[in-house]
């Protein structure tokens, strides 16, 4: 009797018809397992055969903060409102880490996995949210330099976070976690087609990171066009509400936070969908 | 056997799959804003071929046209047919990889597929990280896995490697230690496409018996491609053959088989010599092989042992004296057999057409579909062959298991050849 309840329980129905939005997230829980490997794949993947390893993780973003450091601090001189540079840096840093890595990894989703997608039917969507739990893990460590740092800076007095902010990190994280994977999975589905989106994803990841408070506090910036245009960047807020937890400078207006979670699930929403239409077939166009 | 108390395990009805030809695209976002903003001005859309209203790479191709097919639980099904056929678009439907253009497919039961052996393999990892790696990519979970994981090592004979990262393995050791985390799935129906092309003799007949083992005791469901009929034989118990995209026949494994050998080897009784089959003409046309006919069967088919009874005529314009004929055999797959002549010559009056009956032992043949090339030739004075004519391919015949035959030795015709030799004699002691 069980073969009969498995054969019912597993009841597939493939038709030509798409559908537009088809979240199969209990299909993708049932492959929970496949995300873990997926996810540990990333890390033990990356440092095999180097010498250093695993201390690559640290060492990478601490030499971005110190380039930062000298470029953006000591030489161009921008005013981080008193918080030491080299922290200010190590966090930005971390943070922007995060969303860039969430777009980045999953703008290859189809075109790096072709050979594995055109062989094995898995849910797709295991993917993308495995590149955003590696992408978190690697936040985390990240996270526990700048812990190291910020710890020496607040016994020096020299910054004061806001302990009860740190509750929101975690939703920071989300929200970044969300849009990039949605920006990501739109550019991987556009990429089986056109190839060269995938050319100008990592330069125009970079160019955002610019248009994005990331080397500057947005406090810096003086009222106009400009301050407009990059508050109404969605990836300003959450990194703006994680400094101001982290650093306790930062500026947050709720009303664009909001907007920025409304073109978040806009985006995620229309990203899932494009991505259903493109999983079914991408194997034909890729 | 009734069909209709039977659980079915696969349903498809009216499944079509196109593809375009040629670049699909036209691969840059640039050519299609072009057409896309040349269609808004109303204008003749640059990336148009001349005097066509389709985009160039409009071409289509139906790789399949109209598949229906159900297959029951428990069965083994077996799919074969020639390249471009539609067999492993067949597949990849089934499993998920790609959707149909049109049609709908219903499947009853977790699908394990191995369109290719070790999907997801990655060089760095070890074999035991590939194994939890291929386990969940096909659907399993950890838990599951640690469950199978003794057996699938065992299974695999890589016990030695298992903790070795897989770059260092053999390609062999690399198959075998895939299809092993294939076979060991919980799933209601296993796919597989032409994966037991590999590994040695001795694990190829494991998988094999094991194959058998997970349709006929476990009542799993098995869809199995290749182009080895012996595998085919051996594992299924129904076949399809497809052509062109539609499936041409449906049912028992040996007529499938013949169905689709006959097609590919145009097995049959009466050959007429057009010039077609005189490729090789070098002497005049004054020596022609004309004719030949299978005598006495109503198909070129024979049991080891058997006769093989054909008469042929050659028509010659002046006189031979002399000739010898020659029959070049080759395998189905092209490989050279060996060669046999006639054992005495006949001589050809001028201006005549001579009729000339042969037998042809088949004793140390193996079974196997065979291709002979029928050559005359004659020796002149001096003792130097000379080519008088030749027909390639003369003939086709098939050869099959004498149906008395009691040994159970499957003959392996990759590594054995095609010539069973007499049997070795074991002289008893005085």
Partial sequence: ?286 | MSENNRQIAIKLSGVKKMYKLGQIGGGTLQGDLQSWWARIRGKEDPNTKIGQNQRLVGQTFMALNGIDLTVYQGEALGIIGANGAGKSTMLKLLSKVTAPTDGEIDIYGRVASMLEVGTGFNGEMTGRENIYMNGAILGMTKAEIDAKMEDIIEFSEVREFIDTPVKRYSSGMYVKLAFSVAAHLDSEIMIMDEVLAVGDMAFQKKCLTKMREVASKEGRTVLYVSHNMNTIRQLCDRCIVLDKGKIIFDGDVEKAISRYTGEINQLCTHYEYTANYHKDRRSSDRFVIKELTFLSVSQPKYAVGEKIVISFSCCVLRAFLDVKFRFETKYEDGTIVGTMVTNKSEDFPANTTKSISISIDTTYLTTGIFSVDLIAFQYDNFGNESYLDGVYPGFSFEIIEDANNTSNLVWNHRYWGHIHLPDVVIVEDS
């Fill in chain 1, 1 to 286: 009797m069980l073969e009969v309840t498995n054969t019912e329980k597993y009841h597939t129905h493939i038709t030509s018809k798409k559908k537009w939005f088809e979240l199969n997230l209990k299909e993708v829980w049932q492959y929970r397992d496949l995300i873990v490997l997926f996810t540990k794949r990333t890390f033990a993947l990356r440092y095999k055969q180097t010498i250093l390893g695993p201390i690559w993780l640290f060492l990478n973003p601490f030499l971005t903060s110190v380039m930062y450091t000298v470029v953006f601090g000591n030489i161009a001189k921008i005013d981080t409102n008193g918080i030491p540079h080299i922290l200010f840096y190590l966090a930005s840093t971390a943070i922007w880490a995060f969303f860039a890595d969430s777009i980045n990894r999953n703008a290859q989703t189809f075109t790096s996995n072709a050979n594995v997608f055109g062989k094995v039917y898995f849910p797709r969507l295991t993917v993308p949210i495995s590149n955003i739990l590696s992408a978190a893990i690697q936040f985390c460590i990240q996270m526990l330099m700048v812990g190291i740092f910020l710890a020496y800076y607040v016994m020096q007095g020299m910054v004061s976070p806001n302990w009860l902010y740190f509750l929101l990190i975690p939703l920071c994280l989300l929200h970044l976690g969300i849009m990039g994977m949605g920006f990501g999975i739109i550019i991987s589905s556009l990429t089986t087609k056109y190839r060269d989106l995938g050319i100008l994803v990592s330069f125009g990841v970079q160019l955002w990171m610019y248009g994005t408070p990331i080397v500057y506090p947005l406090s810096e910036i003086g009222d106009g066009l400009l301050k407009t245009i990059i508050m109404i960047n969605p990836a300003t807020m959450p990194i703006e509400l994680f400094r101001y937890a982290v650093l306790g400078q930062g500026t947050v207006i709720p009303e664009y936070l909001v907007l920025s979670w409304i073109i978040t699930i806009v985006v995620v929403v229309l990203g899932i969908m494009i991505f259903n239409r493109v999983e079914k077939t991408f194997m034909d166009t890729v």
